[in-house]
């Protein structure tokens, strides 16, 4: 059964992904020096900051070695590694549980330096409340705590108030300046200093594609955008729309995205599987 979907995906994929970059413009800021932005947040490939982050050329699917995700059904493992690669002028990010998003949203802020929308494609909203006072701003370095901190569904939630700085982005910074603002904000953020008075929200708008109404059409958010994939509207839970519906959208959401970000969400769809359609939209 699932050969048979895994062609259609794929014949769908080539029809609405070709048509769907017609016309399309990139934007020169972003993509002109993209390799270097992103490289000083890496050293020989890893995250300065969490080293479960990667750069690859090409992403690798081997599994973790311990359980990222249990249920009342079991325990399900999840990648060795999250990843990160360029490919057609874009960012694309692979990580197993969806709350590791919060590391590719922190890395566009910093590279970017500017608030951004989200286009959520899921089988599931993650309109989930953070159980505890959501920040006001977070810290680069210490990523991998708010990843440990949230679950799959209250990512978007514990990000709801944090704001980016109103000053030049903060790639502008020089890199001494950048350290002497983590020294003297010691245990908090960048955005805990003066740069954050009345400091926009670091996203502005979430676009979800969760509902079967919502695929009927594809709105392009005005402001620049990450794309928020999630597998699993492959999986059983997103049977609530048709195939051609999903791939349509996809492909619309993803010619536009500065940054895709795809959740493979072990326990929610089989991995294999995933890996499979993952493959072909690649």
Not at 36 to 47: A, C
Request: aromatic residues 12%; contains cysteine; glycine residues 4%.
């Amino acid at each position: 059964m699932n050969e048979k979907v895994l062609w259609k995906i794929e014949e769908l994929w080539k029809k609405y992904y070709s048509l769907s970059l017609q016309g399309v413009k990139q934007s020169h800021y972003w993509h002109s020096d993209l390799k270097e932005r992103i490289s000083f947040l890496y050293k020989n490939n890893i995250s300065i900051y969490n080293p479960d982050f990667q750069r690859v050329i090409e992403f690798d699917f081997t599994q973790s070695k311990k359980p990222v995700h249990s249920d009342d059904y079991g325990e399900y493992l999840g990648l060795e590694k999250s990843q990160v690669l360029e490919k057609n002028s874009k960012l694309i990010y692979l990580f197993d549980n969806h709350n590791k998003i919060i590391q590719p949203f922190l890395e566009y802020a910093e590279i970017r330096g500017k608030s951004f929308d989200v286009v959520h494609i899921d089988a599931h909203a993650d309109d989930a409340i953070y159980p505890f006072e959501s920040p006001k701003s977070l810290d680069l370095r210490n990523t991998t705590n708010y990843i440990k901190q949230t679950r799959i569904s209250d990512f978007f939630d514990f990000m709801s108030n944090v704001v980016i700085p109103t000053k030049a982005g903060i790639q502008s910074l020089q890199k001494d300046t950048l350290d002497s603002l983590f020294q003297a904000n010691d245990n908090s953020g960048i955005c805990d200093c003066e740069l954050t008075k009345q400091s926009p929200l670091l996203i502005k708008n979430i676009h979800r594609y969760t509902k079967s109404i919502d695929f009927k059409e594809f709105k392009k958010p005005k402001n620049p955008y990450i794309l928020s994939l999630d597998i699993d509207i492959f999986g059983p839970e997103g049977d609530f729309t048709d195939l051609e519906s999903k791939v349509k959208i996809i492909a619309q959401a993803w010619k536009c995205a500065d940054v895709v970000c795809i959740a493979m969400s072990p326990g929610f769809i089989d991995q294999k599987y995933a890996q499979e359609i993952i493959e072909i939209l690649m």
